[in-house]
């Protein structure tokens, strides 16, 4: 492992892994790259709501979202981190979950992910999808994934 990437949400158990992560990587002085990615739900939302707030007068755009889920991923890797002498990066987008974790691993160089998953039915993933599901299927390397 030279960089991995982290996917981290608002979670326990995600600080957990960002930092069992952080000190597997720093054991063979690998990059981290932790991201937290904004779905189009929640930016759809945000926006909204802002809008509401102001009157339709303040605006927030996906660069606003994407500054939003970088500031979030630095302060939770600040805290994650803070016993653990690894070298990482920050960043943020907005999107489909899957499909951004593989665009930021291949963008980053990444050659491992480590990532929350959640327990779903065979039928829910069918139906709506999963994002951990579509990385373990198509990203091109180890992809560590912990439930719970």
Known sequence: MERALVAIEPTDGTKELAREAGTLAAGVDAEVIVVHVTTEDEYTARRQAMASMS????????????????????????DAFADVDVAYETAGYVGEKGSVLLEAAEEHDCDHVFLAGRDRSPTGKALFGDPTQRVLLDFDGPVTVVTG
């Open 55 to 78: 009157g339709g007068t303040e605006t927030y755009t996906t660069d606003d979202a994407n500054e939003g889920a970088t500031k979030f991923a630095r302060d939770f890797a600040e």
